[in-house]
């Protein structure tokens, strides 16, 4: 069974820079795409980005396109999302996520196996 945690979260003025980090246990996800999402209280949970197990292709969406990568380092069973010029949109609680093995890189919640317990990123004015 795999577990996702994520760390590095916390406080940040608007325009700086934060750089959150996802550790699995339990197995390796090295053959898995893994995702970052968030969610504010009261909405649906958002994708942010996402990457292939080979660590070739990443995806993003419009919002943080230019602003957020993602990267991952199969050794360490590590995938960190590096979050620059933060909006006050971007706060939410981001949630690290495990796709199925072998599958492509997805957008959407439902094709993620396991799922972090989220992390608060807080940006303030």
């Known amino acids: 069974q795999v577990q996702l945690a994520e760390s590095g979260g916390g406080l940040v003025q608007a325009g700086g820079s934060l750089r959150i980090s996802c550790t699995a246990s339990?197995?390796?996800?090295?053959?898995?795409?893994m995702g970052w999402f968030r969610q504010v209280p009261g909405k649906e949970r958002e994708f942010v980005a996402t990457i292939s197990w080979s660590g070739g292709i990443t995806w993003y969406s419009d919002s943080v396109r230019g602003r957020f990568t993602i990267s991952r380092d199969n050794a360490k069973n590590t995938v960190i999302l590096q979050m620059n010029s933060l909006t006050l949109e971007d706060a939410a609680v981001y949630y690290c996520?495990?796709?199925?093995?072998?599958?492509?890189?997805?957008?959407?919640?439902?094709?993620?196996?396991?799922w972090g317990q989220g992390i608060q990123v807080t940006v303030s004015s």
């Open positions: 996520a495990a796709g199925r093995t072998e599958f492509a890189p997805t957008s959407v919640v439902s094709g993620y196996d396991y």
């Open positions: 339990g197995g390796t996800v090295s053959r898995r795409a």
